[in-house]
């Protein structure tokens, strides 16, 4: 087991919206890792959509992330790309 | 009940936003209203409920899978929302909240659902971001097709049956309009809704005829009751006499016999047998409809109503907002010109945005003539400096042009001009890129456009003809009011001279002219644009290889034959006489019944 964690801030003008969240989620099922976004004291995991749409995190939002599974790598660096990028997947 | 009577035929009067005749059995789509009884459940029933939930989140999952597979690789917004809708059903915050509120209280799943639903409902609610929190409306939806399952709702067709349906409804969401796309769906009739509903813009998009704002239809029509829809008149025909039926199914037998052979036209040049080049181009208003766009073949889009930013939340979009938008729609088209209309709007859409304005808006008592368009835009030259950012910005992606509306004096022009100059300098302090070609067309929609024509041509770099405007102003005929509608006349001569005049003025100064109007897109006038020298023609994007078709099978001597004929009428009645009795020798396939 690898585990990854980075501290990110998001890019996306229009947050961390319906088709961010729907690809982070997939990319935990992609590289079958614990995919988990913290914000503050608040923990989610990205498997769980609304759980992550409810953190309602806005362009500028700062979070901890962190992979935890073989490809724990992979799947942070597409976690990162999705999270950080100003346009939409 | 024994009742052998034929059911008496009756007719429904609603809004045609999509046009195109459809004859079929209706599918009455009642959204239920949340009504989750609570039922308490005997200890060993507990477990059965919740494998009863479960199986309802399996064939959601299931339909939407489904839904998923028959849909075009190439509507990729819609493919992404139904992925995030599959994702949201199996959710943790559905589905094992649900279970645990069923095993919790021993009660019914519809119940527990909902209060799951309630919940999260909660949550959102607390969310500052509009556009996040109103995801919660997508989160609804998923959650009424499992509730839908749970209480055993119709089945609506999705399934394996392919017999043809035209839909009703209270209203349509995403999934219900992409269906539509699906194949079996031959058209819709909503309760709510107008000409610019979102709605309505799909239908368009994907060619399905469709009519809305028919108050009460989801109660006045049954599942399983005929009708026929007409979606250019607005008409609904309850119950048709049965030759009546035959008659509008062989029509449109023909209608697909003839799409097929049209498909042929997609990629070939829009040019005459000798060569002689029309620019055929899309009018839109929704980055959304881009695939249809790409779809149907079209060389740029010649009109594209900047609006709808506008009307999407209380404030008036951000320039980011708007930069987005003008960005896809340039690097989509590129090398293509992209035709972007600024706000055309009258300034009582926006009185909640200039609370000190409301008492000039109260006295327009004629809007038509009144505060809109550039003269709105010139009023109000914060919201039209943030336009032009987006728009200036957004040239270095592909090849903009800026198209001002209901321009009627020079000085217009020259202001508007002035201000775009303004914002060009403000963005060079900045040293933000933006292309320093853009051009600069008006659109000639006003008779005094048109009589200076040949003034107007030396300041701007091409010039749009409106025609459903021109019409109306220049024949002073407002098309809403039903007492005067059918004098509103494409082929009144007088239209067509002032078509041919701006044409004129605009090739004497060496610029393009081109026409976006409900005319441009109609088989009976578009030959006759065509050889009055029209450069450019904009329409509906399902149009497009028809028309194409027509300018392939002419000869451009031919057609500014038949421009010239056309032009020694006197009267509209001559007109349609002439160009009936013409036509159908040039293009029998449009003309003649196969």
């Known amino acids: 087991m690898t585990t990854c964690a980075s501290d990110l801030v998001v890019g996306n003008e229009r947050g961390i919206h319906g088709r961010v969240a729907t690809r982070l989620a997939e990319v935990a099922s992609e590289f079958a890792v614990v995919l988990q976004i913290r914000r503050a004291e608040e923990t989610v995991e990205c498997s769980s959509i609304l759980d992550v749409l409810s953190l309602a995190l806005v362009q500028g939002s700062e979070i901890s992330v962190q992979a935890v599974g073989e490809q724990a790598e992979a799947a942070m660096a597409a976690a990162a790309e999705l999270i950080t990028a100003q346009e939409d997947p | ?594």
């Open chain 2, 1 to 594: 009940m024994d009742d052998n009577r034929q059911p008496v035929s009756r007719t429904l009067q609603g809004i045609g936003v999509s046009p195109g005749i459809a004859a079929a059995r209706v599918l009455v789509m009642k959204r239920h209203a949340w009504r989750a009884g609570w039922r308490h459940l005997p200890d060993d029933h507990v477990e059965k409920e919740v494998e009863r939930f479960l199986l309802a989140i399996r064939t959601a999952g299931a339909e939407l899978a489904q839904l998923r597979e028959k849909l075009a690789a190439d509507l990729a917004d819609a493919l992404s929302i139904i992925d995030s809708h599959l994702l949201m059903l199996k959710d943790k915050m559905i589905i094992e909240r649900t279970v645990a509120i069923i095993r919790r209280n021993s009660v019914n799943a519809e119940w527990a659902l909902a209060q799951a639903l309630s919940e999260i409902k909660e949550r959102f609610e607390q969310i500052d971001d509009r556009y996040i929190r109103e995801r919660y409306a997508d989160i609804k939806h998923v959650a009424d097709r499992v509730f839908g399952l749970l209480t055993g709702r119709e089945h609506d067709g999705l399934g394996g049956d392919d017999l043809p349906v035209i839909l009703v409804a209270n209203d349509f969401s995403p999934e219900d309009a992409l269906r539509m796309q699906a194949g079996n769906v031959l058209g819709f009739l909503t309760e709510k809704g107008g000409v610019t509903s979102h709605t309505a813009i799909v239908a368009r998009s994907l060619n399905i005829p469709a009519v809305v704002g028919l108050e009460h239809a989801t109660s006045i029509l049954a599942t399983g009751d005929l009708i026929i829809l007409d979606g250019r008149t607005g008409q609904v025909t309850l119950h048709p006499e049965p030759s009546e039926i035959r008659r509008r199914q062989e029509g449109n037998r023909r209608n697909h016999a003839k799409a097929d052979d049209l498909d042929r036209y997609i990629h070939l040049a829009s040019e005459t047998e000798d060569g002689y080049v029309v620019r055929l181009s899309a009018n839109i208003e929704m980055r959304q409809e881009l695939p249809a766009v790409l779809r149907y073949g079209s060389e740029g889009i010649g009109l594209f109503r900047s609006e709808f930013d506008y009307f999407q939340g209380q404030e008036p979009p951000s320039e980011e907002q708007l930069l987005a938008t003008y960005r896809q729609l340039l690097e989509t088209m590129a090398p293509h010109p992209v035709t972007v209309r600024t706000l055309d709007v009258g300034g009582d859409k926006f009185l909640h945005s200039f609370p000190g304005n409301g008492a000039w808006l109260d006295q327009e008592r004629n809007p038509a003539l009144g505060l809109r368009s550039i003269r709105f835009s010139l009023y109000e030259r914060d919201l039209f400096r943030i336009q032009l950012r987006a728009l200036l910005r957004a040239s270095v992606y592909g090849r903009l042009r800026i198209l001002l509306p209901l321009v009627s004096a020079l000085n217009e022009v020259r202001q508007a001009k002035a201000v775009i100059a303004g914002v060009m300098e403000q963005l060079a302090e900045e040293s933000t890129p933006f292309a320093a070609n853009v051009e600069i067309g008006m659109m000639v929609e006003v008779p005094s456009a048109v009589v200076m024509a040949d003034v107007f041509a030396r300041e701007v770099d091409f010039f749009a003809i409106g025609t459903n405007d021109l019409i109306q102003y220049s024949l002073a005929i407002d098309r809403g009011n039903q007492y005067v509608a059918h004098l509103y006349e494409p082929f009144h001569p007088a239209v067509l001279r002032m078509i041919r005049q701006t044409v004129e003025a605009g090739h004497a100064s060496n610029i393009p002219v081109s026409l976006c109007g409900e005319m441009a897109g109609d088989g009976l006038c578009a030959p006759v644009l065509m050889g009055l020298g029209l450069d450019e023609l904009s329409m509906r994007p399902a149009v497009i290889p028809r028309i194409k078709r027509m300018l392939r099978h002419s000869r451009s001597n031919e057609l500014r034959n038949l421009a010239r004929q056309t032009l020694e009428c006197e009267d509209s009645e001559r007109v349609r006489e002439f160009l009936a009795a013409t036509l159908p020798h040039f293009y029998p396939k449009d003309f003649y019944q196969s």
